[in-house]
T-cell receptor
Framework: QQQVKQSPQSLIVQKGGISIINCAYENTAFDYFPWYQQFPGKGPALLIAIRPDVSEKKEGRFTISFNKSAKQFSLHIMDSQPGDSATYFCAAGNQAGTALIFGKGTTLSVSS | DVKVTQSSRYLVKRTGEKVFLECVQDMDHENMFWYRQDPGLGLRLIYFSYDVKMKEKGDIPEGYSVSREKKERFSLILESASTNQTSMYLC???????????FGDGTRLSIL
């Protein structure tokens, strides 16, 4: 199976709060799990990515948590800011550079 | 920084026309991809290419073809445009055998 299921579809968070977006994949051969951030009128830009040999990766306010046995991974945005308002996509694929399978996206709105 | 340039930001065409979407990358990447983005459906892979003159079908190739005559350029062709091909089209590139993919800012195509 090649699906990546992403939830929620939309999310509203207060400034300073924690935003959490979840994804689940089916293909155990996947070994590369990126998150992309997309602002209106722009293409998706890589935010952070993880490989299955670690359970967590943190870059600034953004953290990926990875659960290999459950085939799930999530993005946590700490101290969410209005500038984080964007659409976020999770994806899964292979480090060898094949095409990515994307989730359907989460629209995040951070209210001030 | 990697730059992926899509020749048109907005394009309006008529049903039945042959439509060309152009994508150029400046980082000598071997891999190039065409995705289609629709609200609630995320990004779906149309075609990808691992080398000049090489192409592989993605998840939704019907009604599309591609051309890669030079390494830096990957063209998406709608042979006979239909209204259900109205969408945002995103091009991406990556180094051979590696991630991540780098995206252009997209072409919003309307078929009337």
């Amino acid at each position: 199976q090649q699906q990546v299921k992403q939830s929620p579809q939309s999310l509203i968070v207060q400034k300073g709060g924690i935003s959490i977006i979840n994804c689940a994949y089916e293909n155990t051969a996947f070994d590369y799990f990126p998150w992309y951030q997309q602002f209106p009128g722009k293409g998706p830009a890589l935010l952070i990515a993880i490989r299955p040999d670690v359970s967590e990766k943190k870059e600034g306010r953004f953290t990926i948590s990875f659960n290999k046995s459950a085939k799930q991974f999530s993005l946590h945005i700490m101290d969410s800011q209005p500038g984080d308002s964007a659409t976020y996509f999770c994806a899964a694929g292979n480090q060898a550079g094949t095409a990515l399978i994307f989730g359907k996206g989460t629209t995040l709105s951070v209210s001030s | 920084d990697v730059k992926v340039t899509q020749s048109s930001r907005y394009l309006v065409k008529r049903t039945g026309e042959k439509v060309f979407l152009e994508c150029v990358q400046d980082m000598d990447h071997e891999n190039m991809f065409w995705y289609r983005q629709d609200p609630g459906l995320g990004l779906r892979l149309i075609y990808f290419s691992y080398d000049v003159k090489m192409k592989e079908k993605g998840d939704i190739p019907e009604g599309y073809s591609v051309s890669r005559e030079k390494k830096e350029r990957f063209s998406l062709i709608l042979e006979s445009a239909s209204t259900n091909q109205t969408s945002m089209y995103l091009c991406a590139s990556s180094i051979k055998g590696s991630q991540p993919q780098h995206f252009g800012d997209g072409t919003r195509l309307s078929i009337l």
